[in-house]
């Protein structure tokens, strides 16, 4: 919407409103438009990239960390899930994800994503997941599969990727991983 100068407008009930007070700003051309972003629209969205380029440069693909590592990538673990044979299970919610990290001796050994609402992972997602989890010089080759299940090996043979039919959880896992029973 466009007025033809900034000032006092009298609307409903006869108040007064002062167009720069409401968010609306001069587009140069000496007319008034409220649909230019507000100050804290783009506080928010400053804020939101800043975050995103940090989640891309500090990535995913904890695999590899120690505890400490994990906690600085993915902030303090939400749940502690318990332990199983040699595995410790936290859970972490970080970049739009829910992270299951399971720790084989203080080391991140395997890290499951899902959305936080586990509806199934988009393809968007997943590729985001893996790019991420990807090591700079390293890439992830698909594998083969008789199944509906998906699965990737990274280029550097250190993680394989699995991402079941029920396309809720990619696991990123160390090769060398078993899961306990």
Not at 55 to 84: C, N, S, W
Not at 130 to 152: C, K
Request: glycine residues 10%.
């Amino acid at each position: 919407m466009l007025r033809r100068a900034m000032g006092n407008y009298k609307v409903a009930n006869g108040v007064d409103v002062d167009l720069a007070e409401a968010g609306c700003a001069n587009n140069g051309f000496g007319q008034v438009s409220d649909t230019i972003p507000t100050k804290k629209k783009m506080k928010a969205l400053m804020i939101t990239s800043l975050l995103w380029l940090a989640l891309v440069a500090t990535g995913f693909g904890g695999i590899g960390e120690d505890e400490k590592q994990i906690e600085a990538r993915y902030g303090k673990p939400g749940k502690d899930m318990g332990t199983h044979g040699d595995v410790h299970e936290f859970g972490y919610l970080s970049g739009g994800f829910m992270i299951l990290v399971d720790f084989v001796n203080g080391i991140s050994q395997r890290e499951g994503f899902a959305n936080p609402d586990t509806s199934p992972l988009s393809p968007e997602s997943v590729e985001q997941i893996l790019r991420m989890s990807a090591p700079e010089g390293t890439s992830w080759h698909s594998i083969a599969s008789t199944s509906d299940d998906r699965s990737w090996q990274r280029s550097d043979d250190k993680a394989v990727a699995f991402f079941p039919a029920v396309r809720k959880f990619l696991y990123v896992q160390d090769v060398n991983f078993v899961q306990p029973k």
